[in-house]
């Protein structure tokens, strides 16, 4: 079973200058079951149009969206927001944590919208916590802690519902150099130690280099991918480079 079918999905925004201006044209983008996945492409190609048409926050305007073989596109409004709960996990690129709440308490909101009382009672937050080394913290607050730590917890919040698939828009974004890289370590990490596929968008082909596949974005329309060989990152950031210097694959 895969975990993401997208089928010729298209999605208009309606412009006052242009009306029902094309915003995503015909993608077809498939993610098997524990792939890590990037999305790459210019300013304004659709990349975040892409993540969120495809983790049910907007609507598409035609195709369909299978995700662990279910389609989102046939769902009610609360039909969906229960699915996504359980099987989509969000990560932004400003981290979204709730100020008023502490470390444990942002982890835990899914849990609590889920009335999850078994790992609301377990030790799953603890553990999970302690996997992406911001257990010392659970206490604090957002604004009591550094970006890095904030999107490690955010990190923590999208998967605790253990997803299908966690989408990622440049989860690094607002992050310096060592951050990233920690931060991007520990998507390798959960991609290695649990069953989810990522998707992530990402303008950084430092970031993208650490995907299996990359895929490119142009005006709307899937432009073509490049996968990685082997564990040769440097090599597939040259590639990812080349690709988005030249503008085609
Ligand atoms: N809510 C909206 N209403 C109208 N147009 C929109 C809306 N959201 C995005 N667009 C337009 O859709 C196009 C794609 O936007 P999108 O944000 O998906 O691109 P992007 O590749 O993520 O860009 P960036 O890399 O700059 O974040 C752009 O032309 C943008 O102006």
């Not at 498939?30 to 983790?55: D, H, Q, Y």
């Not at 996968?227 to 040769?232: A, F, V």
């Amino acid at each position: 079973m895969n975990a993401l079918e997208m089928r010729q999905v298209s999605k208009k925004y309606w412009i006052h200058t242009n009306r029902n201006t094309m915003v995503l044209n015909n993608i077809d983008i498939v993610l098997g079951k524990n792939e890590f996945v990037g999305i790459m492409g210019t300013s304004g190609s659709g990349k975040t149009t892409l993540l969120n048409v495809a983790s049910g926050i907007d609507k598409c305007d035609g195709g369909d969206i299978f995700i662990g073989g279910q389609n989102i596109c046939a769902m009610k409004k609360n039909e969906l927001s229960l699915f996504r709960r359980n099987h989509i996990g969000m990560v932004f690129q400003d981290f979204n944590l709730l100020s008023s709440l502490t470390v444990r308490e942002n982890i835990m909101v899914p849990l609590i919208l889920d009335k999850n009382t078994e790992k609301l009672e377990g030790d799953d937050v603890e553990r999970l916590a302690k996997m992406l080394d911001i257990g010392s913290i659970l206490d604090q607050y957002p604004y009591e802690i550094s970006g890095g730590q904030q999107q490690r917890a955010a990190i923590c919040r999208a998967i605790i519902n253990d997803p299908e698939i966690l989408f990622a828009d440049e989860p690094t974004g607002n992050l310096d150099s060592q951050s990233s890289k920690r931060v991007l370590s520990y998507f390798e990490l959960i991609h290695q130690t649990r069953e989810a596929s990522i998707l992530m968008v990402t303008h950084d082909p430092f970031s993208a280099r650490h995907c299996q596949r990359v895929i490119f974005l142009q005006d709307g329309s899937v432009l073509g991918e490049i996968s990685r060989q082997s564990s040769d990152k440097e090599s597939f950031m040259n590639r990812i480079l080349d690709v988005l210097q030249r503008g085609h694959i």
